[in-house]
């Protein structure tokens, strides 16, 4: 491990040095630290986010920063205070004063020193640097040599055996409980399941998140999608984009389990891009992929619906037919059948867009040439299958924000809506996650509202079955600080529903509910006291303490509304009691 330091670019082991660093800087580090965080807090509290014309989501992200800046004045990391201890008593030290074991022994785990490897490596790292140094190695540096080599013996004092860098794979089975390999009658250890990629079941190499929170084995998820698939595979969730996060802390818990448990960590592959041999195009192929376009381009209704459909297949099977069918000039063939009277083909055609869509750079081609009013075309009046499959075109084409306004100025939205409202659960599904996506952009939540969603909405909630719920209560979470929407909210009648889904609906559902409730009570006497006569107070103090962080968040800012509505609830009553007393009093004394 190795990192640049300061104007000479030496290279240092990174462990070490910035540790001696604290021992020798820890005061001054600590007191620039404290410095920059207390400006931080201090030019953030004066600003007067309140009064500013952004959403409430902005203004409680403010509260939050201020909050952690708040919590970061004065606080000390407990482990690297003793760390900071250990190295101390080290430094201190005189060369023939023999160090503390149990100081070495922390030492030693606390840097991951436990190996003679480990410490070659360091040793080699420290040798490199002092010949970058121009082969003057200072005192610190030569304090940095004593303290590896302490722990050099300490590690081979206390496992004598420990004479190779690849001592685990020499050691006997019964030389140590770790070595847990399937060696005669040892089992091999049991992987946890959060270690297993949900698609092979197997250890995780390279473990990434999808847009619901899931994670996959890299290479599982990307054939996953490369096959057509927009949806989770474990939640069966509609995936609101085909990002992977890689998640480094996952990987690193995974090598640290392989090394206590004496296995090789797993290899990433070498590059995390899907290999682009392993589907590619085979020169058949192309030539097939040009016969079905000049059947695509004929005037003959047979030979284009046949065409679309084995494009559409294609499209699904993989990313490198999707490039190819992109690259070859299907695209506008495609958009131009769109307005077909044959309903299969229109079908077919919106579709293979569709699975063209998945790969990021046919998204901007179909844009340009000019597949949204089409697509809207086919939401309004083609097959439900046509339909559903032109809302899920939308939805992948709006994951790029500049997207989302061509589509909201279409037209797209009142059609999309109206599928939420009469389509199959599939059609509510896609219009939903349609929907949701184009609310992100602030423009499209009047449009949204003028549509007529929020009486669809409502009836969604309280349907039979609750299929669409979580749909219904994301959406109105979305759209509830948009002023059309708030009105359109209160003028449905929704309090109840959203208090009794605070205090029984799921945890992501407890949590949109009560957002949406934050943004009714804004301001809003009438809607503050509706909540509190309907029980809300009871619900909030166990979201507060029990729910997910944002319904947390929530719980504690309608607790502290309505909490301040009571209290001048109960201050206008006490005034109206005096008032009432002192008349009185004042009547009685005008009697004769």
Known sequence: MRMIYGMDALLLTDELFSLYLQVLERKQIMHKFHEVTARLEQALSRISHENLDILEEVKEQVELVLAQFRRAKGRVDVPDVELYEDLLSLYNKSNDAAADPEVLRR?????????????????LALHEMVSASGGDPGAIFEKMSNLLKEIKDFVQTENPNL???????????SSSSAQTTAVGNHKAPVIPDDFRCPISLELMKDP??????????RSCIEKWLEQGHRTC??????????????????????????????????????????????????????????????KLSSSNPEDQRTAAGEIRLLAKRNADNRVAIAEAGAIPLLVKILSTPDSRTQEHAVTSLLNLSICEDNKGSIISSGAVPGIVQVLKKGSMEARENAAATLFSLSVVDENKVAIGASGAIPPLVTLLSEGTQRGKKDAATALFNLCI????????????????????????????????????????SHPEAKSAIGAAKAMPVLVDFIGNGLPRNKENAAAVLVHLCAGDQQHLADAEELGVMGHLVDLAQNGTDRGKRKAAQLLQRLSRFVEQQKRSQSQAE??????????RAQQP
């Open 107 to 123: 030492l030693a785990e606390k840097l991951q020193l436990v190996g003679i490897a480990e410490l070659m490596q360091e040793s």
């Open 163 to 173: 004479d190779a860098p690849a001592r685990e794979k020499n050691l006997p089975p």
């Open 208 to 217: 990434v998140i999808v847009s619901t929170g899931q994670v996959y084995e």
């Open 233 to 294: 595979p474990k939640t069966q969730q509609t995936l609101s984009n085909p990002a992977l996060t890689p998640n480094y802390v996952l990987r690193s818990l995974i090598a640290q389990w392989c090394e206590t448990n004496g296995i090789d960590p797993p290899k990433r592959p070498s590059s995390s891009q899907p290999s682009k041999t392993k589907f590619a195009c085979s020169p058949a192929e192309l030539t097939k992929i040009q016969i079905l376009l000049c």
């Open 441 to 480: 952009y602030q423009g499209n939540k009047g449009k949204t509202v003028r549509a007529g969603v929020i009486p669809t909405l409502m009836r969604l909630l309280t349907e039979p079955g609750g299929g669409m719920v979580d749909e219904a209560l994301a959406i109105l979470a979305i759209l509830a």
């Open 578 to 587: 005096a008032q009432a007393e002192q008349s009185l009093s004042q009547s």
